[in-house]
């Protein structure tokens, strides 16, 4: 059954409620992050630029990042820099030039009485040559000349040189789908690599620069919200969209002073799906089809957004987790955020591992993450609150607040 999206008092909120004295909101207002540390841990702080879009597009096939392609003149410069590398090459590599050196310059133990090797691959005006190393018998003189290269030795070479370093495919994919962990097109484990390897990744042809500005399009927080509240702890959970991008399938928000629920739901996506991550998420199509039939979930990550907003207002303090991916996932811009992850990090024994269950575990002596039902939200946004009053007591804050970011 899906959580309800009305407040609620935790059942396991153990911290209990927090006075919001002006002292102790100083302090917390001291972990919120500058404008490089939001940059420095992933946060975006204005609109993602047209150059930056174009890196998010996707291929089609394996869904992994493309890069953005060379452009002509990027090209000529390229081919430019390789003119000028190779008119600084020695003269000396010309075919016929010969140089005769004392057997006291060289270990006559590494050199046979012939011996040669290959030079770089040649061209049409250089022509591939091989270096002959050779000691006159009497005079023990070592000689060093050029000779040509057939080119069918040259091709011969070249070929076993490849085949030993094997460059790996730009594209590997899967055709099929996942069938009880197993790819129905090659019947090899779901976590395995794509049985299809291509040299270039594909696209989509819609992932024009206006498409991705729309798909992208970030939004800051409303200036003027009645119901704005001091400080929220948020946690969210995401699927995964055809694209291969994260998205938002459940949102909690909990009142970092009072500890209720102000926002807890399931958010039906409105993209075409590749799976839920059920497993860590704790969402499956069961659960989001049957809130979707009764009416009790949000339906799109733009309605999420608004209803978030009921509550935070631009000073508003959120805290989360490695924050980043949840705001990226709303496609929202805030600047005052705690960022427990970012914070353990300027502990003075910090810990290695800094995921949410393991310092919850260190600090708080409290365990979640248990089981095989994936996340919850709810637990994970109490974590995160009772991580940051944990902070706020064990911690020394910085002598002066940090400003919030700006654009």
């Known amino acids: 059954m899906a959580p309800p999206p009305h407040r609620h008092l935790v059942t396991g909120n153990q911290l209990g409620s927090i006075v919001p004295t002006p002292v102790y909101y100083n302090k917390l207002s001291k972990l919120v992050l500058s404008a490089e540390e939001m ?4 946060y975006k702080v204005t609109e993602i630029a047209s ?18 392609q060379k452009n002509k003149k990027e090209k000529k410069n390229d081919s430019k820099k390789d003119g000028q590398d190779k008119e600084k090459s020695p003269a000396d590599q010309q075919t016929g030039d010969r140089t005769t050196l004392p057997k006291s310059e060289v270990d006559s133990s590494q050199v046979s009485p012939q011996k040669d090797s290959l030079s770089s691959s040649g061209s049409s005006d250089n022509p591939p040559i091989k270096y002959v190393i050779t000691i006159d018998a009497e005079t023990e003189e070592v000689t060093v000349h050029t000779e040509p290269i057939s080119e069918e030795a040259h091709a011969e070479r070249e070929k ?23 790819w129905t097109c090659c019947q090899k484990p779901g976590s395995s690599l794509g049985c299809v390897e291509r040299d270039k990744h594909e696209a989509y042809d819609e992932d024009s620069v206006g498409r991705l500005e729309d798909e992208w399009k970030l939004y800051e927080t409303p200036r003027f919200v009645r119901g704005a509240r001091l400080a929220i702890a948020l946690d969210c959970e995401m699927g995964v969209t055809m694209k291969g991008e994260s998205e938002l399938i459940r949102i909690s928000a909990v009142d970092y002073f009072t500890g209720y629920v102000l926002l807890d739901t399931l958010v039906y996506p409105a993209v075409p799906m590749l799976h839920l991550n059920t497993r860590y998420s704790g969402v499956s199509w069961q659960m989001l089809n049957n809130a979707l039939a009764t009416r009790r979930c949000l339906v799109s990550r733009e309605q999420a957004r608004q209803q978030l907003w009921q509550f935070v207002g631009p000073d508003t303090i959120v805290m989360a987790h490695g924050g980043a991916a949840d705001l990226l996932a709303l496609r929202w811009i805030h600047r005052r955020m705690v960022d427990t992850f970012h914070v353990e990090g300027t502990h003075e024994n910090p810990e290695t591992g800094r995921s ?23 637990e994970d946004a109490m974590a995160c609150r009772e991580l940051a009053h944990w902070y706020l007591e064990h911690l020394a804050t910085p002598a002066t607040e940090a400003a919030p970011a700006t654009s």
């Open 39 to 42: 940059k420095m841990e992933g």
């Open 51 to 68: 150059g930056d879009l174009l890196r998010m597009r996707r291929c089609k096939l394996c869904r992994k990042r493309v890069t953005k």
């Open 160 to 182: 076993a040189q490849n085949e030993k370093v094997k460059k790996k495919p730009t594209c590997q994919s899967h055709p099929g789908r996942v069938t009880y962990n197993k």
């Open 356 to 378: 949410l269950k393991n310092l919850a575990a260190v600090r708080l002596n409290r365990r979640i993450q248990e089981g095989r039902r994936g996340h919850d939200s709810i």
